[in-house]
């Protein structure tokens, strides 16, 4: 499809282990974003790349969480011994433009759904 | 103090109905608003921007004061169709790129 490609959709994982969560985003996207959205509430920013570059990562909630975006295009978020705070919504969002847009339109991917038992 | 606060809800209102939602959001730098409509178990689509002389799309009425730190979404003649999540976002550019998302507003509209 022409969307954001999130895989995978569903992932149970026991605590400690490590797991990636991929996104695919619109062909030719420049700016990639992931939030974490956990169970009733808003998503929470993580990171940003543009192009390949990680230019914020401000969100990450500790150094166990870490995204790549080696070639420009496809990401990938890795958790390390994931704990069971870790559980949420995994959503990455891509945008056309270098900057934010002034629509503020974000094109969402379906999100991975990580829980951790 | 969260940046964009939400009234989580649920709103519970007939077909029909006049719904209003209000956001506030804390960084008074902030420079673009949107809202965001998130149905159970999607992602989250953009709804309609937010501008200061207020704007309209259809049945949907967006609004701004930045004096009060404030956003508004009215919805007129809900419909079935309108049940979902209402996120209230906002951007503020030195930030870099990233869109700050409020919790969210449930809305449930019954025949």
């Known amino acids: 499809g022409a969307g954001v490609s999130q895989s995978p959709r569903y992932k149970v994982a026991k605590r400690g282990q490590d797991v990636a969560l991929r996104c695919d985003p619109i062909?030719?996207?420049?700016?990639l974003f992931w939030y974490q959205q956990a169970l009733g509430q808003g998503p929470e920013f993580l990171t940003y790349?543009?192009?390949?570059?990680?230019?914020?990562k401000s969100g990450l909630p500790s150094d166990r969480f870490f995204a790549e975006r080696p070639e420009g295009s496809v990401s990938t978020l890795k958790i390390q011994r994931t704990q069971q705070e870790d559980s949420a919504v995994y959503l990455c969002a891509s945008s056309l433009a270098l900057a934010l847009p002034l629509t503020g339109e974000l094109f969402f991917g379906e999100g991975s759904r990580l829980t951790v038992l | 103090r969260k940046e964009v606060e939400q009234d989580p809800g649920p709103f519970n209102v007939p077909e029909g109905a006049t719904v209003a939602f209000n956001c506030t959001y804390s960084n008074s730098a902030s420079q673009s608003f949107f809202w965001y409509r998130q149905d159970c178990r999607k992602e989250p689509k953009l709804l309609m921007s937010?501008?200061?002389s207020g704007n309209e799309d259809g049945r949907f009425t967006a609004q701004l004061n930045r004096a009060s730190q404030y956003i508004s979404l009215l919805i007129r003649d809900s419909k079935l169709s309108d049940s979902a999540t209402y996120l209230c976002v906002v951007s503020l550019m030195a930030a870099g790129n990233m869109l700050t998302f409020g919790g969210g507003t449930r809305l449930m509209v019954k025949p």
């Open positions: 937010v501008y200061s």
């Open positions: 062909s030719g996207h420049v700016s």
């Open positions: 790349f543009q192009n390949e570059a990680q230019l914020d």
